[in-house]
């Protein structure tokens, strides 16, 4: 009954974290059991090492409960060396002892530093009594702590203000009269001490405001009241001079006896403030042009639309769009790019008003908003100032460049009423006049928001297509001049479940807009190769027939048609000596040399090449002399026209080539006359639909086994 009315009186002492150290388990349980209600965290360790190791990494207990006869270090030991170490000499620490009780033992725990004994077996009323003493004093010691460091923070404050500071400091009395100012506000503000001292804070913060009768109803004047502080970012303060200074400001109440009153700390943030625009330039700005960026172009976007609600203004969006500005990247280099860009930036501003925003939004796509208040603006003839001063020669390092550009145009609120759904159309107006040519403008329409959702839409189906393997392939034969069938074009076809039989011009382009198209590309190999490996088998077909693929520039630039070259020898057991690969003008154009070593690596692995539409586009001989030709198909406008012009211009194309040693196809004959005409002017094959249309392999397995050699004539 008397042991628990201790521990009753006992609970109401102060709480702490306990430390102990002994090796003995059961005795750890023991103490910890003992303490649990009287300290906030008990720590126990098995040694003294550990004690140590615990104590260097957190030492924030009020009293270490030392164990004295313990292996490895012993309790004195133990002690010896955290009375060495700063951060753990001044830890109260009672030993505990079971044999060590002799006077000259408990004479060195004290001079080692213990500050007490308990000996064993532990009367409980002790331990909690003793233990209860130093969490006591580990309280009134952290209370008074924490009141030293408010006084020194009171003491801190009030030399601030009496002292220099690189701060304004102004202090004003109840009524907001300025009763003092230390020299950096009077350095801010352009002030001497007399002339400062006495006049209204209104006078530098609201000169235009009379304080009488308004004071009463300031935040300033509140906050005195109510004794709450007030921060304020970015004001102005009113030099003597009538001009501003931009500052951050905070303000809190002060009461010295029976008066009142209040401290403003003044902070001059002119160079921040100067960062601060500099960084929002930078953040909001193109580093290469000045003009602003994708970012700020939205939000000026927003900020039109506003506007024109508000007013009724007329507003159109542009986007421009550079014609093959990768050529100039790859021929001239980045240096000549970014002068073209530059110069760009600087004609668009040439055309348009000061008020129209230009902007760079991507690495060579600019946009412009026009606003109208007159409804007289004429977009049509802003396009075409726009793309007339950039087919005008750019020059770098004495290198005329020649750029054009597509142009998409929108108008608010025809086809959009937020600034996503204006840019969305006047990109999708410039994807327009990129498709119909190229040097042009577009507007976007009730067709192109129809064209775009069936964009949209074709191109989610047409990624689920390849994923779930719905592509075909259709074959054209061709032919030797005896009419042998020596090679099958491979062209691909769409089985969409709603559109049916699909050709290449409708989801080609969308494949490679959308990156697919090597999947898509391989896709198709990997099924004509399937079939022809399935017509050798069958021995429908000659053994060294040739399957003649297309290829995108896309797969030249990501160096993916090499890797698929590789996966279809060593997984389909394809022999690449039967894969003709085609190429087009256009897209050896874009980047020689790079496509000119795939071409050459392609060559090396047992690949055939071959070089399409020849005669459609650039129709150089010297680029055909430098690429490793197997092929030569002329382009299908020059066999079906009759003019002798196209026939001398045919004559020259085979000749060329027999020099270079380069086999020579005929595309698209379509008539007996046009075979024989081709095939005696020298052509190696032929294709076209008076041949064979292209057909899918059930029925070219028909053409196979009715097919008979062409009698010469």
């Given amino acids: 009954m008397v042991e628990t009315e201790c521990f009753n009186e006992l609970s109401n002492f102060g709480s702490g974290n306990v430390l102990i150290v002994d090796d003995r388990e059961e005795n750890l349980f023991a103490l910890k059991e003992l303490l649990a209600e009287q300290c906030n965290h008990i720590s126990c360790v098995n040694s003294g090492n550990e004690a140590l190791s615990l104590l260097l990494k957190e030492n924030s207990y009020a009293l270490i409960l030392l164990d004295v006869q313990m292996p490895g270090l012993d309790g004195f030991e133990t002690l010896s060396l955290m009375k060495n ?70 003491e801190k404050a009030k030399q ?47 000169p235009d ?49 029976m008066a009142k009153g209040g401290v403003f700390v003044i902070q001059d943030i002119t160079e921040r403030k100067k960062e601060e625009d500099d960084l929002l330039f930078l953040a909001t700005h193109d580093s290469l042009t000045n003009l602003p960026n994708k970012l700020l172009f939205k939000e000026t976007v927003v900020n039109a639309i506003s506007r024109a609600k508000r007013y009724e203004n007329e507003l159109y969006i542009m986007f421009i769009d550079l014609d093959h500005f990768k050529n100039i990247n790859d021929e001239l280099g980045h240096c000549a790019g970014d002068c073209l860009l530059r110069d760009v930036a600087n004609r668009l501003l040439g055309v348009g008003r000061d008020v129209d925003v230009f902007s760079r939004i991507g690495g060579d796509e600019f946009a412009v908003v026009f606003e109208d208040k007159n409804k007289s603006f004429n977009t049509d003839v802003v396009a075409s100032k726009l793309l007339s001063v950039l087919k005008q020669p750019f020059y770098f390092d004495n290198q005329e460049m020649f750029i054009s550009a597509s142009i998409g145009i929108v108008k608010y609120p025809d086809y ?124 429908v077909c000659e053994s060294n027939l040739k399957l003649s693929i297309n290829l995108s520039s896309k797969q030249f630039f990501r160096k993916t048609i090499v890797e698929d070259m590789l996966r279809l020898k060593m997984d389909h057991n394809i022999k690449l000596e039967n894969i003709i690969l085609e190429v087009t003008e256009a ?5 020689v040399g790079e496509i000119t070593r795939v071409l050459k690596e392609l060559k090396s692995m047992g690949v055939q090449l071959s070089l399409d539409n020849y005669g459609a586009g650039y129709s150089s001989l010297h680029l055909l002399s430098n690429l490793p030709l197997d092929y030569l198909k002329i382009d299908k406008s020059f066999v079906n026209k009759t003019k002798p012009v196209n026939q001398n211009i045919i004559d020259t194309m085979i000749k060329f080539a027999k020099l270079m040693s380069i086999k020579v196809v005929a595309v698209g004959v379509e008539s007996v006359e046009q075979y024989d005409s081709l095939v005696e002017a020298g052509v190696d094959y032929l294709q076209g639909n008076y041949i064979h249309e292209a057909s899918n392999s059930v029925g070219i397995s028909y053409k196979f086994k009715s097919d008979h050699p062409r009698q010469k004539k």
Avoid at 234 to 255: C, E, K, W
Avoid at 484 to 508: N, Y
Avoid at 587 to 591: A, M, Q, R, S
């Fill in 587 to 591: 897209t050896i154009i874009e980047n």
């Fill in 85 to 154: 170490h700063p951060k753990t000499r001044d830890i109260p620490v009672i030993f505990i002892t079971a044999i060590h009780k002799e006077d000259k033992y408990l004479h060195l725990g004290f001079k080692t530093g213990a500050v007490d004994y308990i000996c064993k077996p532990i009367d409980p009323i002790i331990m909690r009594s003793k233990v209860s003493v130093f969490l006591n004093l580990e309280s009134d010691k952290q209370k008074i702590v924490a009141d030293l460091a408010e006084i020194s923070s009171i």
């Fill in 416 to 539: 959009g009423i937020t600034a996503d759904d204006l840019i969305q159309a006047a990109d999708i107006a410039m994807y327009r006049a990129k498709q119909a040519g190229r040097n042009r403008f577009e507007h976007f329409d009730a067709q192109s928001r129809i064209e775009a959702v069936n964009r949209i839409e074709l191109e989610y189906n047409l990624k689920q297509a390849v994923s779930n393997k719905e592509m075909l392939c259709f074959y054209q034969p061709i032919v030797d001049v005896n009419g042998k069938t020596c090679a099958l074009e491979v062209l691909v076809r769409w089985e969409h479940p709603m559109l049916g039989i699909l050709s290449p011009d409708r989801f080609l382009n969308l494949a490679e807009s959308t990156g697919i198209i090597s999947e898509l590309s391989y896709q198709v190999m990997v099924i004509a190769c399937a079939q022809l490996k399935k017509w050798q088998k069958e021995s």
């Fill in 160 to 206: 601030t203000i009496l002292s220099s500071s690189a701060q304004g400091i102004i202090s004003v009395d109840e009524f907001g009269f300025i009763d003092y100012v230390n020299p950096a506000s009077l350095g801010m503000l352009g002030y001497t001490a007399d002339k400062l001292t006495s006049k209204h804070v209104f006078s530098i913060i609201s």
């Fill in 209 to 257: 405001i009379p304080f009488l009768g308004n004071w009463t109803h300031s935040i300033y004047c509140k906050a005195i009241q109510s004794g709450h502080s007030i921060l304020e970012n970015n004001i102005h303060l009113y030099q003597q001079n009538g001009t501003t200074l931009s500052v951050d400001l905070s303000f809190g109440p002060h009461r010295e006896s």
